[in-house]
C-alpha cells in the first residue's frame, strides 16, 4: 500500500482566516487523490477529486471557491480552507488511489478548529 | 433516494464471540464493496474488498459476504479481541472506482 502523511494533524484557527492542509504521498506517485470530511460520530464525506495537473472535481454541494484544492504534484495535494467559519470545523482526510482503481489509502486526517 | 446504511449505531460483543455487521443499501450499483476499520482520529485503513460476482471472501478471522439481490453485505470477525474494538465502515465503490460512497459506520467494543 501507500503511506499518506497529512500536515497539520491539528489547527484552531480564528473565524475569517484561512488554513491550509497538506496531504503527502510518501512512497508512491499519485495522480489522483481524494479530500474527504467527517463530522463526529458521521461518516466520511467526498468533498472533491484531485487530479494531478488538473482542476480538481467537487462533489454537488461542496464550493470550490472555499476549499480551494491543488494538485501540483503527483506527492502533493493541498487543500485552503478559505474564510473558515465555525460550521467549517471538522475532521479532513485524504486518501490516495492506488496502482488499481479501486485501491485507496488513507491519511491520518486532519482537525480543524474555527473559532 | 440512494442509501448506505450500517445495522447500528453500536455493538457489544464478548471475546472470543464472533461480531456480525451488516450494510445496506439502495438505488446503487456498485461494482464492489469494501470495509475499512477507522479508530478515533485516525483515517480509514482498508481491510477488505469483495466484488459484485463475488459471493464470500476471507481474510484470517474476516469474512465478508455480498448480496447483490438483497443488497447487502455481512462482515464478520470470528475469535473476536479487544483490540478489534473500532470503527467499521462499509464503502461502496462507485463507476468503477472513480468515487466511493461511505456508509455511517458501526462502533464496535469487544469486551474482555
Known amino acids: 500500500g501507500a503511506v499518506v502523511s497529512q500536515h497539520p494533524s491539528w489547527v484552531i484557527c480564528k473565524s475569517g482566516t484561512s488554513v491550509k492542509i497538506e496531504c503527502r504521498s510518501l512512497?508512491?506517485?499519485?495522480?489522483?487523490m481524494f479530500w474527504y470530511r467527517q463530522f463526529p460520530k458521521q461518516s466520511l464525506m467526498l468533498m472533491a477529486t484531485s487530479n494531478e495537473g488538473s482542476k480538481a472535481t467537487y462533489e454537488q454541494g461542496v464550493e470550490k471557491d472555499k476549499f480551494l484544492i491543488n494538485h501540483a504534484s503527483l506527492t502533493l495535494s493541498t487543500l485552503t480552507v478559505t474564510s473558515a467559519h465555525p460550521e467549517d470545523s471538522s475532521f479532513y482526510i485524504c486518501s490516495v488511489r492506488g496502482r488499481a482503481t479501486y485501491e485507496q489509502y488513507f491519511g491520518p486526517g486532519t482537525r480543524l478548529t474555527v473559532t | 433516494s440512494q442509501k448506505i446504511e450500517q445495522n447500528s449505531e453500536a455493538l457489544n460483543i464478548q471475546e472470543g464471540k464472533t461480531a456480525t455487521l451488516t450494510c445496506n443499501y439502495t438505488?446503487?450499483?456498485?461494482?464492489?464493496l469494501q470495509w475499512y476499520r477507522q479508530d478515533p482520529g485516525r483515517g480509514p485503513v482498508f481491510l477488505l474488498l469483495i466484488r459484485e460476482n463475488e459471493k464470500e471472501k476471507r481474510k484470517e478471522r474476516l469474512k465478508v459476504t455480498f448480496d447483490t439481490t438483497l443488497k447487502q453485505s455481512l462482515f464478520h470477525i470470528t475469535a473476536s479481541q479487544p483490540a478489534d474494538s473500532a470503527t467499521y465502515l462499509c464503502?461502496?465503490?462507485?463507476?468503477?472506482?472513480?468515487?466511493?460512497?461511505f456508509g455511517p459506520g458501526t462502533r464496535l467494543s469487544v469486551l474482555p
Open positions: 464503502a461502496l465503490a462507485l463507476n468503477y472506482g472513480q468515487n466511493f460512497v
Open positions: 438505488n446503487y450499483s456498485p461494482a464492489y
Open positions: 512512497d508512491f506517485q499519485a495522480t489522483t
